[in-house]
């Protein structure tokens, strides 16, 4: 046949990438056989096999580089923070760490040159207690202020200080180790006013021992003003005192055989309640935080 007949008519199927038996076309270019072609044109296509490339390992959960923990907390940059661990600067819940890598969990207590660090953005919030919350961080206790100030802040805060159960008024949290330490100072502390509702009225007397200071089991009880409140009853009565706790209060009174009906903090160094409802909390104002720290 010649090769002008064989391009005007029907030619054999070219053998080439074809399996035996096949009737299918050609891989190249012709119809796809329904059966598995090996031609080149019909090759399957390999799987990528080159390596992934590597995702940056995570931190582990809840425990971060104690580096980066320091970074974090403002002091210096991650580099800076290798060194400071190298010449023994930083401490771990009390021991020395000199090992690059070392990882903390957030409940750690980490030390700068003797202070305290945290990670977490300070926060400082003012909260009014209302009754029935315990003024604890402890999930067993029931209600407790922690529910109430529970989307103030992701940090972690805690109350300074103690208001009972049945005691009112404003609580301070933070996560701020030096604002606590002021609170918690035993010789100088931080005032907070307090009025205070007995069961009967205050007399003149009982007044002038509480404010002049007396002994309960050898221990010098002083506060530091104490008055009738104006235009009250004189079973209201309005107390200033450094002590961080509420019991105390309750300690003075029932010395001089008095029982207390109403507690309500109403005033903690400069900040008060006005603008504040009862069961509200506010982030406190750069004013108001500085002069915290200036106390």
Request: charged share 30%; proline share 3%; hydrophobic share 30%.
């Amino acid at each position: 046949m010649s090769r002008k007949q064989g391009t005007g008519g029907s030619r054999k199927p070219s053998g080439r990438g074809q399996r035996h038996g096949d009737n299918s076309g050609s891989g190249r270019g012709g119809n796809v056989s329904k059966g598995k072609s090996f031609a080149r044109g019909n090759a399957p296509l390999k799987r990528n096999t080159a390596p992934k490339k590597q995702e940056p390992q995570k931190e582990e959960s809840g425990l971060m580089r104690l580096n980066k923990y320091i970074a974090n907390s403002g002091i210096c940059s991650r580099r800076e923070a290798d060194e400071h661990i190298a010449i023994g600067l930083v401490t771990v819940n009390g021991k020395i760490v000199n090992e690059m890598g070392y990882k903390v969990n957030p409940d750690d207590d980490v030390r700068y040159d003797g202070r305290r660090i945290t990670p977490e953005k300070k926060a400082y919030v003012l909260l009014n207690k209302p009754k029935g919350f315990a003024t604890t961080t402890s999930e067993e206790k029931g209600r407790t202020v922690m529910d109430l100030v529970a989307n103030a802040t992701s940090s972690r805060i805690k109350p300074i200080g103690r208001l009972g159960r049945n005691s009112m008024g404003l609580l301070l949290f933070t996560n701020d180790d030096e604002i606590m330490q002021k609170f918690t100072n035993s010789k100088n502390g931080v005032s907070r006013l307090f009025h205070i509702e007995l069961d009967k009225n205050l007399k003149m007397e009982d007044l002038k021992k509480i404010q002049e200071g007396f002994t309960i089991d050898n221990k010098l009880i002083r506060v530091e003003e104490i008055s009738f409140i104006e235009g009250a009853s004189k079973n209201e009565i309005g107390l200033k005192i450094k002590n961080i706790g509420n019991s105390i209060i309750r300690t003075i009174f029932e010395h001089f055989n008095y029982n207390i009906l109403k507690i309500d903090c109403v005033a903690i160094a400069h900040l008060t309640k006005k603008d504040l409802p009862r069961g509200h909390w506010k982030h406190l104002s750069e004013q108001e935080i500085n002069y915290l720290k200036m106390l």
